[in-house]
């Protein structure tokens, strides 16, 4: 067949949700430009990243046609079933999900960026297997904002303490923190925590006085639900799942 009638066939299948996600895509970038206008920001300094489980490669490649540029995948193995048919070039591919260390080679190299890190033990696994391979690969610390049991990231009393330990590692650079508040809280309750995550950014950052060797550069937080209130509270990047893909159908 030649490529133009595959093109053909493959957006026949998925006209219905191109479209959908289309339409998304609009609603989405004018909240996030009235959010960030709303809180003194400029909408371009407000990273959207297109939250990609579940969703077919067909579809994310469409998102990124669009001009989505930073996508993430929670699952290693998921990551790589795509990764291939991935219009990768130009795109910006994180990690979101928890990592294993025993799964850490198979994703570094792959990804940009961990977001994800909360142990000394993951971070030297991370950093040890990008050494090898020559590159640097950049993290975030997940916090543990509601201090959940059973929730990974690290409890936000101790944050700190792993950026100064981990920024030692060659092989990664720290470049911010990750959370995911709890879920189905009120907004008020939500965005509580995001003001407290976001005090801990800043403080970690004014604490970088003695060329420590990380950044605050990026603080990821806010989904589907409450992504304009969390760029009203300091985010610089945003992951949408649902609002911008739909509903997740994890039966297939
Ligand atoms: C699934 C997921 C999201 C996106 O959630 P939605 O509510 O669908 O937008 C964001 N971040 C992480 C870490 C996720 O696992």
Redesign the pocket.
Known sequence: MEKSSVDADISGAFSGRFHDVEENLKSIRFSIGEAAIQSGRNPDDIIL?A?T?TVPVEVINHALSLGVDYM?E?RVQELNSKYESLSREGKHIHL??HLQTNKVKQVVGKVEMI??VDSTRVARAIASRSEELGIVTNVLVEVNIGKEENKSGILPESAYELICEISEFDGINVQGL?A?PPADCEIAQTIRYFDEIYKLFIDIGSKNTHNNSYTMKHLSMG???D?AEAIKHGSTMV???????GR?NYSK
């Not at 992951?239 to 893909?245: D, E, P, Q």
């Open positions: 990243m939250v489980k993430g929670n979101i999900g977001q994800s990750m995911i989904m589907s639900a992504y992951r949408v799942g649902t609002a911008l893909f997740r």
